[in-house]
């Protein structure tokens, strides 16, 4: 990571890494997307204003790990966090053409800032966006803070850092803390969002949420030891579905999302 991109982060709070995806990669990457949201459409569900999410994308699309262990993401995420970081969650999002109002609902993300980092990282999310992304479609928002400024409630901190809107090409990558003031911008469109987003944690504290489940491929059978590690952060989504299957074995495809399912509604992820 550049010591440029390293203190425009620590004033921030976000950095663009620009496009980090050729062009061949981001068909391949549209192309998974686009199957999994057709051969496993029972599985997406309606999040927030205008979105609908696969937040088990590992498992339903395994290819999104290349995704989520980018060279230049884990090496951005290794200056940033000051350790090896470990995966959190993935999902998949899509925004379809709208023709409502302009809409932001701004948030804080999970437990927030950690403040005995020294970058207040308590999580990093990484944005790719998978279509091109300008200010005639849906975007991503959110308002700059600095390590050192006090925290804000939502209408101070958008006065103090205002609003950044995020653009770029299909295959731009972005980090940024969750703790930082963000939102998804819904604007009228007749044009399609589709993003990866991933959450990255440290391994030595407790995990993000119960969104996705890590399959076993990943953190128990990976020949990589470093994959193991990184995959290593289990969740009790995960670990009710290991519960579930001890004395069954392993399920076919659709009784696993079916079971994945019921644990979301267990863990009000999703409605029954």
């Not at 995020?166 to 990558?173: E, H, N, Q």
Request: net charge negative; charged share 25%.
């Amino acid at each position: 990571m550049k010591p440029a991109d390293y203190a425009f982060f620590k004033e921030n709070g976000y950095v663009s890494l620009g496009k980090i995806l050729s062009d061949v990669e981001v068909e391949h990457f549209v192309h998974t997307f686009d199957r999994d949201r057709t051969e496993v459409e029972d599985h997406w569900y309606r999040i927030g204003h205008y979105q609908t999410v696969n937040c088990d994308a590992l498992l339903t699309s395994p290819e999104f790990d290349n995704v989520i262990r980018h060279p230049i993401v884990m090496d951005c995420l290794h200056t940033l966090m000051g350790n090896a970081p470990c995966f959190s969650e993935i999902c998949i999002r899509y925004m379809a053409p709208y023709d409502g109002e302009l809409n932001r609902g701004w948030h804080r993300d999970g437990p927030r800032h950690w403040l005995e980092h020294p970058m207040r990282i308590g999580f990093v999310q990484l944005m790719l966006y998978l279509t091109d992304v300008d200010e005639t479609t849906h975007c991503f928002s959110l308002s700059p803070e600095s390590v050192e400024a006090e925290i804000l409630e939502t209408d101070a901190q958008l006065e103090r850092g205002g609003i950044v809107d995020l653009y770029g090409p299909a295959g731009t990558a972005i980090l940024f803390n969750i703790g930082v003031l963000h939102t998804a911008t819904t604007r009228p469109t007749q044009e399609e969002r589709k993003t990866v987003q991933v959450y990255y944690g440290h391994p030595n504290r407790r995990y993000l949420s119960e969104d996705s489940i890590i399959p076993v491929e990943l953190w128990r059978d990976h020949p990589d030891p470093e994959a193991r590690a990184f995959y290593s952060v289990l969740n009790n989504k995960t670990r009710d579905y290991l519960e579930h299957t001890a004395s069954t074995g392993e399920l076919p495809f659709e009784d696993t999302l079916a079971l994945l399912r019921e644990l979301d509604v267990k863990h009000r992820k999703r409605s029954e």
